[in-house]
């Protein structure tokens, strides 16, 4: 760790969570960004990943995921507010179309290897993963040994608002393969699984892990090892990250307010 990445962390690592100052903005990418309250429901133990934070690494992993992959086996990864207002609000799936599906834009599903959409509910985080290539579904949850059933009723629903966008998506797009609809619903399920780390507060840390590591490949297995050891890992890499438009700022947030060390 660099001494400009420990000095970050150890801003991050003294939020006070009962203050009112929020801190200083550390990870912009593409209108998402995550302040010094955001990163620290990261690296801190025993806090849940916060929902903006995860907005804003969705927009970072797309955009390192369009330079890493050809243009014919594309990763996309949904702003989770698809699955909230799908699941939670009931927002049409017009409206998800147009308002909640922005990653899909420009895009028609015959060049899109994996969507992943996040779901978030009471501080869990789980996701569900359409290869569509593969045709094959696959579930990121490191709370339950068996996430297909767990998540069974919410899964359909979601197989009914992605397949709708991807239809639409390529119908607005004179796509020369249209997506079929009612076709993800005969797919195979599968899932990673994880090993019991007995800490209900890493689901989104491990979350953020799996999808970083199967936009490579699937794996039946994923091991994190420490967790909290990969939360400070997993911060930096987002930090770092060539389109975290804050990272050329970082010396001087770090010189305005973190104390001398």
């Avoid at 243009?71 to 989770?80: A, E, G, H, V, Y």
């Avoid at 290897?113 to 789980?126: I, L």
């Avoid at 699937?218 to 990272?247: P, W, Y």
Wanted: glycine share 4%.
């Amino acid at each position: 760790m660099t001494k400009l990445e420990s000095d970050v962390v150890a801003y991050v690592e003294s939020y006070n969570p009962k203050g009112k100052e929020q801190g200083a903005m550390l990870i912009e990418c593409d209108g998402n960004d995550a302040n010094r309250m955001m990163c620290y429901s990261v690296v801190h133990p025993r806090e849940y990943v916060h929902s903006q934070y995860v907005r804003a690494v969705a927009n970072i992993y797309n955009r390192e995921w369009a330079l890493e992959y050809p243009t014919n086996s594309r990763r996309i990864m949904l702003d989770s507010s698809f699955a909230y207002q799908k699941l939670k609000t009931r927002e049409t799936y017009a409206g998800l179309l147009k308002k909640w599906s922005t990653p899909l834009q420009k895009i028609v599903s015959a060049d899109i290897s994996v969507v992943y959409v996040p779901v978030v509910d009471n501080g869990h985080w789980w996701c569900v993963a359409f290869a569509l290539k593969d045709q094959k579904i696959w579930f990121i949850d490191s709370m339950y040994t068996n996430p297909a059933s767990e998540h069974s009723g919410d899964v359909k629903k979601l197989i009914a608002a992605v397949e709708y966008v991807l239809h639409w998506r390529d119908t607005q797009y004179n796509a020369a393969l249209v997506w079929k609809l009612k076709q993800m619903h005969t797919w195979p399920l599968d899932s990673i699984s994880f090993p019991d780390y007995n800490d209900t507060h890493a689901c989104g840390i491990v979350m953020l892990m799996a999808i970083q590591e199967s936009a490579r490949a699937f794996t039946k297995t994923m091991q994190v090892g420490d967790i909290n050891v990969a939360r400070k890992e997993l911060f930096l890499s987002h930090l770092n990250s060539d389109f975290n438009s804050c990272r050329p700022l970082l010396p001087q947030i770090v010189a305005t307010h973190c104390p001398v060390r």
